[in-house]
């Protein structure tokens, strides 16, 4: 089953999940119902604990839900087994984490080209320089993480996560371990390739200006989707722009 422009990309109905054993049992996602339009980008904000990161990994099929339904680009995630759900999202989601999750003793160029190995692409490396470049380290690709700073870290890791072009990215606090103004420059990279490439944009982020950049903000407390959707009002999409 593929997705049509008409559909959501991403699709949760009545999910919930329930995390830990015994006493320590914490039911984290309770009933959410989300639909995300292709295309469009959608900022996850809400207190420490709130869900908003197992919400971010369920999407990514890096959690599987207790009951209720996940669709992604016309995929049911209930239908796939381990391998097949990691094959789809190695080809359809990428994925940045706050903490870079880079491989210290590879290069640069190695962490990026590492997924699409994995897909078989034979293009591998080819690719992966062009990724980098793209996001302004085609001068770093023999540099091993250790050798970078934090801002340059997370634009390997953002290389790598549009290297296999994915159609949904997904970014759990991309700027949290940066400074102000290293944060600024890796939000406006993440954005403008969102738009460059089409792709849809899930984000969970602790900054509010950096949730005003999306085309909608959801608030995430206690598991569920708190009140209405946020949106930008026209005036503030055309400064954004």
Known sequence: MSDTPSDPVISLNDIHLTLGEGASRVHVLRGITLDVEKGTSVGVVGPSGSGK?????????????????????GEDFS??????????RGRNIGIVFQSFHLIPNMTALENVAVPLELAGDPKAFEKAAAELTAVGLGE????????????????????????PDPK???????????DEETGAQISQLLFSKQKERGMTLVLVTHDPSLARQCDRTLRVRAGEIEG?????SKS?????A
């Open 53 to 73: 990161s197992t919400l971010l990994m369920v999407m990514a099929g890096l959690e599987r839900v207790d009951s209720g339904g996940v669709l992604l680009a």
């Open 79 to 88: 239908k796939l087994d381990e391998d097949a759900l990691a094959a789809f």
């Open 140 to 163: 770093r690709l023999t540099h091993y993480p250790a050798q970078m700073s934090g801002g340059e870290q997370q634009r390997v890791a953002m290389a790598r996560a549009l290297a």
């Open 168 to 178: 949904i990215l997904v970014a759990d606090e991309p700027t949290g371990n940066l």
């Open 228 to 232: 209405p959707v946020e949106q930008p």
């Open 236 to 240: 503030r999409k055309k400064s954004a």
